[in-house]
């Protein structure tokens, strides 16, 4: 069974970072494409970043590109998210998820159904 779990939000003021974390069990991040997704109050759930397995690939959404990193500890199958140089904007809770069909990062990224692994989420709020 497919669990994952994100740890590492909290309070920041802006301009600050955050390193999130998503540990997986049951699943390989080395198979298969896995990424971070996000949600504000009201508003739709949007993909922020994404790693496919071993290809390379890595999917950045435009709002994060330069302040956000993906990054991958194989040996302690977890994901983390560094996130920097943040914004009001930026708060939401953020959401780890995997698919086993998925080995690409903007296939994940961009599929248009619902994908078949998601952790509970971590609040981060971004604020003075």
């Known amino acids: 069974q497919v669990q994952l779990a994100e740890s590492g939000g909290g309070l920041v003021q802006p301009g600050g970072s955050l390193r999130l974390s998503c540990a997986a069990s049951?699943?390989?991040?080395?198979?298969?494409?896995i990424g971070w997704f996000r949600q504000a109050p009201g508003q739709e759930r949007e993909a922020v970043s994404c790693m496919g397995n071993n290809d390379g690939s890595i999917y950045y959404a435009d709002s994060v590109w330069g302040r956000f990193n993906i990054a991958k500890d194989s040996a302690e199958n977890t994901v983390y998210l560094q996130m920097n140089s943040l914004k009001p904007e930026d708060t939401a809770v953020y959401y780890c998820a995997a698919d086993q069909t998925i080995t690409v990062a903007k296939m994940l990224c961009v599929w248009p159904g619902e994908l078949g692994s998601w952790g509970k989420g971590t609040q981060v709020t971004v604020s003075s």
């Open positions: 049951g699943f390989s991040s080395n198979r298969y494409a």
